[in-house]
């Protein structure tokens, strides 16, 4: 079993609509959750965290996490075309320190 | 506020020699991670420095070794390159590691012929 696990994709949305993505860790006692946003060539830029179970919201992005399932997920609400990337989970384990454990990427597209 | 820069951009070298890549840290943060992206393996952890001192490492060879500077700039070293070492290498700064973001640079991408 992988410790981040995400659906590879490519995950497609039409403009406007919502586009949900998942991600589940093994590690029970990770405790914190980041959400990176990839364009191809560039490198993976932050757009979400979150701490606590329950929901954040930031603008169009919400991050719900789940910790008693193990389950994060990402929200972004009226999709746009520049929203298509390549969206990366991470999860920082038990030993809190700077290690990031990354799921593969979900790769969304968002049709005009 | 600059952002984490990574130096150099791009590097294309031999198989046999060795590489150091630089990586600046956004002012006043003290973790500095290392990792590796591969189409096939994806983002893989290398190592962090904090305050100095390797506090992390992941499950690459001894080819792979880092340091840090008291200014909190880390440089990563890969001897005796590989072909399998071409990857575009990340660096990521974070104010103290455990409990904080993580913020990345722009990369550098090896090439190894």
């Known amino acids: 079993q992988k410790e981040v696990e995400q659906n590879s994709g490519p995950l497609s949305v039409p403009e406007g609509a919502i586009a949900s993505l998942n991600c589940t860790y093994s590690?029970?006692?990770?405790?914190?959750f980041f959400w990176y946003r990839q364009y191809s060539g560039k490198s993976p830029e932050l757009i979400m965290f979150?701490?606590?179970?329950g929901d954040k919201e930031d603008g169009r992005f919400t991050a719900q996490l789940n910790k008693a399932s193990q389950y994060v997920s990402l929200l972004i609400r009226d999709s746009q075309p520049s929203d298509s990337a390549t969206y990366l989970c991470?999860?920082?384990?038990?030993?809190?320190?700077?290690?990031?454990?990354f799921g593969q990427g979900t790769t969304l597209q968002v049709k005009p | 506020k600059a952002g984490v820069t990574q130096t150099p951009r791009y590097l294309i070298k031999t198989r046999g020699q060795q590489v150091t890549l630089s990586c600046s840290p956004i002012?006043?943060?003290?973790?500095v991670s290392w990792y590796q992206q591969t189409p096939g393996q994806g983002l893989q952890f290398l190592f962090e420095?904090?305050?100095?001192?390797?506090?992390n490492k992941g499950n690459f060879p001894g080819r792979f070794s880092g340091r840090q500077f008291s200014n909190s700039r880390s440089e990563m070293n890969v001897s005796t390159l590989e072909l399998g070492d071409s990857a575009l290498y990340l660096c990521?700064?974070?104010?103290?590691?455990?409990?904080?973001?993580?913020?990345f640079g722009q990369g550098t991408r090896l090439t190894v012929v």
């Open positions: 979150i701490y606590s179970n």
């Open positions: 991470a999860v920082r384990g038990s030993s809190n320190t700077g290690k990031l454990i």
């Open positions: 590690d029970r006692g990770s405790q914190s």
């Open positions: 990521a700064s974070s104010f103290q590691g455990g409990g904080t973001e993580a913020f």
């Open positions: 420095y904090f305050s100095e001192t390797q506090r």
């Open positions: 002012s006043g943060h003290r973790s």
